[in-house]
């Protein structure tokens, strides 16, 4: 059984988890690495670089799609960085999926 202080330590944790990771960015590139990006750790888009030789060789669909590839990319490196942060802190508890 667990107590109400490893719920209560593990939501303190969490909390200050949710701090740090905001003040971290995570980066996301277009295969081809004309586009980048840059997220929050809570997931907030901030820095969108496109790299001007690609508007003379590439239609409006394809930088359309490198900028989803980007962003892509972004989240889910927060998502990864995020999901081990949050094993780290949690108690074993079934069925939390943690």
Do not use: W
Request: net charge negative; hydrophobic share 40%; proline share 3%.
């Amino acid at each position: 059984m667990f107590g109400i202080s490893k719920i209560k330590e593990a939501k303190q944790k969490a909390e200050e988890l949710k701090g740090r990771l905001a003040g971290l960015d995570f980066d996301g590139e277009s295969l081809n690495g004309m586009v980048s990006i840059k997220c929050t750790g809570e997931k907030k888009f901030h820095s969108l670089e496109i790299n001007d030789a690609v508007f003379k060789v590439r239609p409006r669909e394809e930088v359309q799609e490198m900028i989803l590839q980007a962003i892509t990319e972004a989240q889910n490196k927060a998502d990864y960085t995020i999901e081990q942060e949050m094993k780290s802190i949690m108690p074993n508890i079934p069925g939390l999926g943690f």
